[in-house]
């Protein structure tokens, strides 16, 4: 039954010119970061009291500042977490032209690292920070160092590049007109669960375009006609599916 699933999966993938990936925490998951939304993930996890979508809202960054930095200090620190290989197989195959662009909504900014260059943070990066007040940039792994003001000399405070959880997507139309420059929709390691990223299959299979879909769980879409979905470990499918890369 997989096999046949991979079979179909690679030649969709085989005869598609503008791959669009759309990448989850199960693909961070996979390089060693810390998981969010599963039943033991991170957001389920109190931080003094609060709970993480509390801690992570823009209401409480300008509040309780100090709390904020010590929960993405011991919590979400990415330092010295590094792309896998799935990350360097998207990138090599943006550079033959296979794949378009990728929409994340992870905010490691793993696909950056590993050498993608059209890479759409629809909720942003923890590798970004800056001034709320002046602009001015600052050193992600200077603001992950415990004591580390967040104030900035302007007297504005500084913030990392993400959504928070009361913010809106600001990055939603980029996403939707890329994705309709593409004619196939590559998911990796997100269940489809959350908006507005969970409508993105839809938008493919309207135009009758498919959707190959790769998540340790099924999604909504599992069964859904056009749509191809695998569920297991992203590496070892994507292994299967693109033989030559991992054989060079
Ligand atoms: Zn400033």
């Known amino acids: 039954m997989e096999d046949k699933m991979i079979r179909t999966a690679r030649m969709k993938l085989d005869s598609a010119q503008r791959i669009l990936v759309m990448s989850g925490a199960g693909l961070s998951t996979e390089a060693g970061i810390p998981d969010f939304r599963s039943k033991n993930g991170l957001y389920s996890q109190n931080f003094f009291g609060y709970n993480p979508e509390t801690i ?40 033959t032209g296979k794949v378009h662009a990728i929409i994340t909504q992870n905010i490691d900014s793993l696909h950056l690292e590993a050498g993608s260059e059209r ?30 003001s967040p104030h900035c000399e302007c007297g504005g405070l500084i913030r990392p590049d993400v959504v928070l959880f009361d913010e809106s997507v600001p990055r939603i139309g980029d996403a939707w007109m890329t994705a309709d420059q593409c004619d196939l929709l590559l998911v990796l390691g997100t269940s489809l669960r959350v908006y507005p990223a969970a409508s993105l299959p839809t938008l493919f299979l309207e135009k009758k375009l498919p959707v190959v879909i790769i998540n340790r769980d099924p999604t909504p879409y599992a069964l859904s006609p056009g749509v191809t979905e695998i569920n297991g470990e992203i590496g070892k499918t994507l292994r299967e599916l693109f033989p030559d890369f991992f054989s060079e």
């Open 56 to 95: 992570l809202s823009h209401d409480f960054y300008l509040n309780q500042t100090e709390l904020f930095y010590d929960y993405l200090r011991t919590r979400l620190n990415y330092t010295g977490i590094l792309p896998d290989e799935s990350y360097r197989l998207l990138a090599h195959l943006e550079a």
């Open 119 to 148: 890479v759409i943070e629809l909720h942003g990066t923890l590798k970004r920070y800056y001034c709320d007040k002046c602009e001015t940039p600052y050193d992600p792994i200077q603001m992950m160092t415990p004591g580390q």
